[in-house]
């Protein structure tokens, strides 16, 4: 659903990010972007007024690399999710490492495949337990494990009930989100250890 691969009418329409887009959230975050912590974002490479925006030889570059995105967001969380439990039907047990919008997929595919994921390290991943606060505003997982009961263990399907885990420690930060009592357990939660690595911190998996 992203990349160079065929893209078919049937999986929906295609956005491409502009070079300012790019600039805002990947490359010149530091002067373009707009959330507490973005002034610390300074390793893109180059140097001079231009670094990491339109018209810089190493922004240029990279920006020919770009390509569409399906932005139907659900269908590409279920096509990854099956993909995934695919590939481990064929190759067998596996850690899942994920990183940005693949960070939903992990838990989709170790909930789909619960014997063949040994565990979930997730960096800076989108989805649980994070809210989207840049680009987007709510929840960040838009399609989660709860929305398919026949992957649970409690049986039932439709939104489950969602609160804050617990207020922001500091107005630079931004508090998480996580089911409320009882939740919905995956089929076998005990079966895959997650490491979840985000701004230089290690979350705890109850989290």
Not at 104 to 128: C, F, H, M, N
Not at 172 to 191: D, S, V, Y
């Given at each position: 659903?992203?990349?160079?691969?065929?893209?078919?009418?049937g999986?929906?329409?295609?956005?491409?990010?502009?070079?300012?887009?790019?600039?805002?959230q990947?490359t010149?975050?530091?002067?373009?972007?707009?959330?507490?912590?973005?002034?610390?974002?300074?390793?893109?490479?180059?140097?001079?007024?231009?670094?990491?925006?339109?018209?810089?030889?190493?922004?240029?570059?990279?920006?020919?690399?770009?390509?569409?995105?399906v932005?139907?967001?659900?269908?590409?969380?279920?096509?990854?999710?099956?993909?995934?439990?695919?590939?481990?039907?064929?190759?067998?047990?596996?850690i899942?490492?994920t990183?940005?919008?693949?960070?939903?997929?992990?838990?989709l595919?170790?909930?789909?495949?619960?014997?063949?994921?040994?565990?979930?390290?997730?960096?800076?991943?989108?989805?649980?337990?994070?809210?989207?606060?840049?680009?987007?505003?709510?929840?960040?997982?838009?399609?989660?494990?709860?929305?398919?009961?026949?992957?649970?263990?409690?049986?039932?399907?439709g939104?489950?009930?969602?609160?804050r885990?617990r207020?922001?420690?500091d107005?630079?930060?931004?508090?998480c989100?996580?089911?409320?009592?009882?939740?919905?357990?995956a089929?076998?939660?005990?079966?895959?250890?997650?490491?979840?690595?985000?701004?230089?911190?290690?979350?705890?998996?109850?989290?």
């Amino acid at each position: 659903m992203r990349g160079r691969s065929a893209w078919h009418p049937g999986d929906g329409p295609t956005r491409m990010f502009t070079a300012e887009q790019e600039a805002f959230q990947f490359t010149a975050n530091a002067v373009k972007g707009t959330w507490p912590q973005a002034k610390k974002h300074t390793q893109w490479p180059g140097d001079g007024p231009n670094k990491g925006q339109k018209g810089d030889p190493i922004f240029d570059a990279f920006y020919a690399t770009q390509v569409e995105t399906v932005t139907n967001v659900e269908e590409t969380q279920r096509r990854n999710r099956d993909a995934g439990a695919a590939l481990l039907d064929k190759i067998g047990p596996a850690i899942v490492l994920t990183h940005s919008q693949s960070g939903t997929y992990g838990w989709l595919i170790a909930d789909a495949r619960p014997q063949l994921v040994k565990g979930v390290i997730a960096i800076e991943p989108s989805g649980p337990p994070f809210e989207a606060t840049i680009i987007a505003t709510g929840k960040a997982a838009r399609l989660r494990p709860d929305r398919y009961p026949d992957h649970l263990s409690a049986g039932q399907g439709g939104e489950r009930a969602r609160g804050r885990a617990r207020a922001a420690e500091d107005p630079e930060l931004f508090a998480c989100w996580m089911q409320k009592a009882p939740g919905a357990p995956a089929r076998q939660p005990q079966a895959h250890p997650v490491v979840v690595m985000a701004a230089g911190s290690l979350l705890p998996p109850g989290l």
